[in-house]
Each structure stands twice: as structure tokens, then as C-alpha cells.
């Protein structure tokens, strides 16, 4: 290949990358952007078990819902996939309402999240729903009568107008 030939190739596939990139791009809102800085929040779980209940979390999207369940069987509700996720993999007893895990653990930053952390969402006084995040932003969880268990993204319009706040458990 001759290099202007090869040249073009390259400006055409940079191009294309760059295209889609942008396609992947979330609007610009409150970011969560987490760093490496999370040695000084206490955690009862190890970075092992965090990955461990990352990877079952989301091993589980496609779940149906079902208002008070709490098993792969049966269905989840927001909070039966955490008590779930976290008993398997690492456990853990979490509490069973979301009113409870709003005081689960230690509150953490936006910038100190890790995988393995839980997602709050509150409208007004207290906590609504609850997720497990899974990182780059994104959060499993059991979202509502008629769905299934899926992944969505904290800085998504609907999301992040829910004040996310994230606990460590």
C-alpha cells in the first residue's frame, strides 16, 4: 500500500473512532468520576469480594421484577438484589428496605466510588430506590413492577435528578 493510500485509511478509520465515541457520550450533567483515593473509607468488604459482587450484580440483569423478591427464582425488588447480591457473594447481610440502607455503611464522595458501593436515589426526605454500582457511572438495580433487572447509568437526565448518593458498605 502506498502511503497516501495508507494515509487516507488511517484518517478514515480515526474518523469513524472519533464518530462513534461520540454516540457513547452521556450530556454533560454532575459526573460521577471516581478516583483510586477510597483506602481511608471502611469497608466490610475487601476489593475481592467489591469485584465478586460486581460481577454477580451484573450476571443478574434480565431478572424480572417482583415487589418483596429476593431470589434469582422468584424475582428482586431494589433492595431483595442487594440483600441478594451481597449474602452470595460476600456475606454480608444488608438491610432489607431501602430505608435502612440509607444508613448502611459509610457515606462516600462521588470521587471515592468504587465497584461494590451501593447508589441512593432520594426524592425529598429519604431514600427511594437503591442500586449496586458497577463503575464508569453505571449501577445495577430492579427498577419497577413490569421490568427486569438491568444496568442504567447515575449520570443519565432521569438519574441524576434523583440526588445520587453512594454509601459503602
Known sequence: MNPVTRLSVFSVSLSGVLLLSACGTSPPMRQIVPTTETADIPARLSVHQA????????????????????????????????????????????????????FWGSVISNQQVRSGDLVLFAQRDGATHA??????????????????????NVNSAYWAKQRPTFRRP
Not at 69 to 97: K, M, W
Open 131 to 152: 442500586g449496586i454500582y458497577v463503575g464508569e457511572g453505571r449501577f445495577v438495580h430492579a427498577p419497577s413492577t413490569g421490568g427486569t433487572v438491568r444496568l442504567d
Open 51 to 102: 469485584h465478586d459482587v460486581t460481577i454477580y450484580a451484573l450476571g443478574l440483569v434480565g431478572t424480572p421484577y417482583r415487589y418483596g423478591g429476593n431470589t434469582p427464582e422468584s424475582g428482586f425488588d431494589c433492595s431483595g438484589l442487594i440483600g441478594h447480591v451481597y449474602q452470595s457473594r460476600a456475606s454480608v447481610a444488608a438491610p432489607r428496605t431501602v430505608s435502612r440502607l440509607q
